[in-house]
């Protein structure tokens, strides 16, 4: 069964401050794992990661994965009060039911002004 | 851009009832997927569609059918209601191997 941990469950830092979000899986025949932020409704998609070592960048969030140790971090800098929301860690793989994405907990992160 | 649409928002339902939900998946994705999500909890995923035909099958209940449509919107039936059925049903969207992209999701209340 794909599994997925992610720490802290929750972190609470003032705005301006750099944030490290971690998660680590295990999964059958890894395929992808992407990081979601979830506000009051829709998981809304941030990044895709499926190749070791390589950062994906979107403004101030960077996200890098690490295959060899399962694990991905999600980091975000300056933050910001609109960054307040719970960050959700899922992968994809080819077992059974693979289709569809195993979620973490995820982490909520609240941004202090 | 597009989004997955969903509906409705919100629905009541009372215990033994039937409900069905919808959901319109972004143009040109050829896959859906139906997630449930408990109050603090992580979404689950129920059932997946691959160009109109069930593709993948999680912890869906045997209560809850699901079909996509030749227009691809998709719809998930419930049925026989029970209490612990309240959540948020989302519904997803894909392309190929890309990601899954969210809809709104629809409340569901079983009184």
């Known amino acids: 069964e794909d599994k997925v941990v992610q720490s802290p469950l929750s972190l609470v830092v003032h705005e301006g401050d750099t944030v490290t979000l971690n998660c680590s899986y295990e999964?059958?025949?890894?395929?992808?794992l992407l990081w979601y932020k979830q506000e009051k409704k829709a998981p809304t998609f941030l990044f895709m990661l499926t190749s070791s070592g390589i950062e994906k960048k979107s403004g101030r969030l960077s996200s890098i994965l690490d295959k060899k140790e399962l694990f991905s971090i999600l980091n975000i800098t300056a933050t910001q009060t609109g960054d307040s929301a719970v960050y959700l860690c899922a992968v994809r793989g080819s077992g059974g039911g693979a289709d569809g994405l195993t979620f973490g907990k995820g982490t909520h992160l609240i941004i202090q002004p | 851009a597009a989004g997955v649409i969903q509906s409705p928002r919100h629905l009541i339902k009372e215990k033994r009832e039937t409900a069905t939900l919808k959901c319109y998946p972004i143009?040109?994705?050829?896959?859906v997927y139906w997630y449930q999500q408990g109050p603090g909890q992580d979404p689950q995923f129920l059932i997946s569609f691959y160009e109109k035909m069930q593709s993948d099958k999680g912890s869906i209940p045997d209560r809850f059918s699901a079909q996509q449509f030749s227009d691809y919107h998709s719809e998930l039936n419930m049925s026989s209601l029970e209490l612990g059925d309240s959540a948020l049903y989302f519904c997803?969207?894909?392309?190929?191997?890309?990601?899954?992209?969210f809809g709104d999701g629809t409340r569901l209340s079983i009184l």
């Open positions: 999964v059958t025949n890894f395929r992808s």
């Open positions: 143009p040109r994705h050829d896959t």
């Open positions: 997803a969207s894909s392309r190929g191997e890309g990601p899954q992209h």
